[in-house]
């Protein structure tokens, strides 16, 4: 079974068309939630680590939250270059190994 | 800013071939990572090591794969006998400790013919 699902798959936004990505997580005993950023042929690149429930990071555009038993990434007014796919993967008992989900692939047009 | 390097880019390589990936952490990191992901899938975790031995390793690292840490800045993924469907990107990561930020480095394209 799924343990990091993410929604939507894909998503198109026009420029300045604020939005949201979902992480939902089923994995007891979490430790960490990272966002990463993935663009075509490259390696994930580092976005936001979150620790507990009510926490929140920004940067620039992004915002990332996370509760009990999933995270959100919200980005304001997005524009092309946030086009990309956006990874969220968990780090949880006693584990090192990150899980990650299926990735949303965002497309921001002008 | 520090980053994770690996070498080569892009490998191809003959079934049943060994290959070796390498990879530079970030200098301070001591939790060092390696991660698979076939085109069009999900990112999946192969092995993790530490203190110059292997912490933990998913069911994909068989007795076909292998890590070392050669010296104090390298670290490096050898496939024995390579398979077709061992074709992916290959990336290696760094963390200062865990549960922490995992960098990954820009990976290498394994294609086996």
């Known amino acids: 079974e799924d343990q990091v699902t993410q929604s939507p798959e894909a998503l198109r936004l026009q420029e300045g068309e604020s939005s949201s990505l979902n992480c939902s997580y089923t994995?007891?005993?979490?430790?960490?939630l990272f966002w990463y950023r993935q663009d075509p042929g490259k390696g994930p690149e580092f976005l936001f680590t979150l620790y507990s429930a009510g926490e929140e990071k920004e940067k620039e555009r992004l915002k990332a939250t996370l509760t009990k038993k999933e995270s959100f990434l919200h980005i304001t007014a997005p524009k092309p270059e946030d086009s990309a796919t956006y990874l969220c993967?968990?780090?949880?008992?006693?584990?090192?190994?990150?899980?990650f989900g299926a990735g949303t692939r965002l497309a921001v047009h002008p | 800013e520090p980053e994770v390097t690996q070498t080569p880019s892009h490998q191809v390589t003959q079934m049943g071939q060994e290959v070796i990936l390498r990879c530079v952490p970030i200098s301070n990191h001591l939790y060092f990572y390696w991660y698979r992901q076939i085109l069009g899938q999900k990112v999946e975790f192969l092995v993790s090591f530490y203190n110059n031995e292997i912490s933990e390793k998913s069911e994909i690292f068989d007795d076909q794969f292998s890590v070392e840490r050669p010296d104090g800045s390298n670290f490096t993924l050898k496939i024995r006998s390579t398979k077709l469907e061992d074709s992916a990107m290959y990336f290696c990561a760094s963390s200062r400790g865990s549960p922490d930020t995992q960098y990954f480095g820009p990976g290498t394209r394994l294609t086996v013919l």
């Open positions: 994995v007891s005993g979490l430790r960490g």
């Open positions: 993967a968990v780090q949880f008992g006693g584990y090192n190994k990150l899980i």
